[in-house]
């Protein structure tokens, strides 16, 4: 029930490209679903979140859309570029739980 | 001026010594965590502290103990290391238990041979 199931492992655009990346849930207690990049050789950054009130939220290019019924959710960038190449981690964490739930990444890589 | 800083950031050592990582944060935050990255990037919480407090313990060894000496700082001593443990470790941070937003550190690999 604490698990949070991502997809696809890896993914290759080419630039422009709009990838998708897809997490789903099943503790319906989960209240906070952020997303992290992470580049080689740094830690993970907080990229976008969004909480169950809102079926979609949108920061720039990164774009989280949210299915509460469903208990998924999932990334897109749009005009993708090559600086957008990392592994892009969803999480998940109940306000009562005090910690985060990570998926097990997708690596991106945008291609000129 | 690095917000959360840790080290060394790398560190390759034989099996059964001890060894410590370190970990500060100058963003005033009260909560702080370790990760362990493994070699597939599956990042997993092992422990979290609130005002040197610990509150989180993700069934962890208890080879592995984290020490808050003051609320910007917080290491983690792991004893007789084993070929297991070798993974990268994050330190993390956040402005206190409920706040969402977690910035991490760059990392420590570690390397058990």
């Known amino acids: 029930q604490q698990q949070v199931k991502q997809s696809p492992q890896s993914l290759i655009v080419q630039k422009g490209g709009i990838p998708i990346i897809n997490c789903a849930y099943e503790n319906t207690a989960f209240d906070y679903f952020p997303w992290y990049q992470q580049f080689p050789g740094k830690g993970p950054a907080l990229l976008i979140a969004?909480?169950?009130?809102?079926s979609e939220k949108k920061e720039g290019r990164f774009t989280i859309s949210f299915n509460k019924s469903a208990k998924q959710f999932s990334l897109h960038i749009m005009d993708s570029q090559p600086g957008d190449s990392a592994t892009y981690f969803c999480?998940?964490?109940?306000?009562?739980?005090?910690?985060?739930?990570f998926g097990t990444g997708t690596r991106l890589q945008v291609f000129p | 001026d690095t917000a959360v800083s840790q080290t060394p950031k790398y560190l390759v050592t034989q099996m059964g010594n001890d060894k410590s990582i370190k970990c500060e944060q100058n963003l005033g935050h009260d909560t702080m965590y370790w990760y362990k990255q493994d070699s597939k990037k599956f990042l997993k919480i092992m422990f979290s502290y609130n005002n040197k407090e610990l509150i989180i313990n993700e069934t962890v060894p208890n080879r592995f103990s984290p020490k808050s000496p003051d609320k910007a700082h917080l290491n983690l001593h792991i004893n007789s290391l084993e070929l297991g443990d070798s993974a990268v470790y994050f330190c993390a941070s956040s402005l206190d238990r409920a706040s969402d937003t977690q910035y991490f550190g760059p990392g420590t690999r570690l390397t058990v041979l």
């Open positions: 999480a998940a964490s109940a306000m009562v739980a005090d910690k985060l739930i």
């Open positions: 969004i909480r169950p009130d809102v």
